[in-house]
């Protein structure tokens, strides 16, 4: 039986199997908690939330999933990952080595530019700059 998505953002916060019209949401064979929207993943539970734009429907989708899982608006995710992405660009222009990234760094490099960032966000950066 299809959901709706009233129904689906209970479900993606519960992380529990669902399908929609145009998604769906399941448990893979390594315990990882997967959507899917249209063909495109936009969610797994290792990686976090896919924030690119696709479609309104697909939008729509990441929008329930950003606030069932991380209690924020996608518009609001959007503007942290905008702010992730110039703090990576910073450390890119610093020539900053990805072994000397850590996350003291990364906070160096985002109070330089004036971007204030949480402690998930730093390590975030440290953790994935390459």
């Known amino acids: 039986m299809k959901v709706n998505y009233k129904e689906i953002k209970y479900l993606i916060g519960?992380?529990?199997?669902?399908k929609g019209n145009s998604c769906k949401g399941y448990i893979d064979n390594e315990g990882v908690y997967r959507i899917i929207s249209y063909a495109t993943e936009v969610y797994n539970s290792k990686e976090g939330l896919n924030l690119?734009?696709?479609?309104v429907t697909t939008s729509k989708l990441q929008?329930?999933?950003?606030?069932?899982?991380?209690?924020?608006?996608?518009?609001?995710?959007?503007?942290e990952e905008d702010k992730e992405t110039k703090v990576i660009q910073a450390l890119k222009d610093n020539n900053i080595e990805s072994e000397y990234c850590s996350p003291n760094t990364v906070n160096l490099y985002?109070?330089?530019?004036?971007?204030?960032?949480?402690?998930?966000?730093?390590?975030?950066?440290s953790d994935n700059y390459k």
């Open 52 to 55: 690119t734009y696709y479609s």
């Open 110 to 125: 985002a109070n330089k530019i004036c971007i204030e960032l949480t402690s998930q966000q730093v390590v975030k950066i």
């Open 14 to 18: 519960g992380k529990l199997p669902f």
């Open 63 to 79: 929008g329930i999933i950003g606030e069932a899982i991380y209690g924020k608006s996608l518009k609001e995710l959007r503007k």
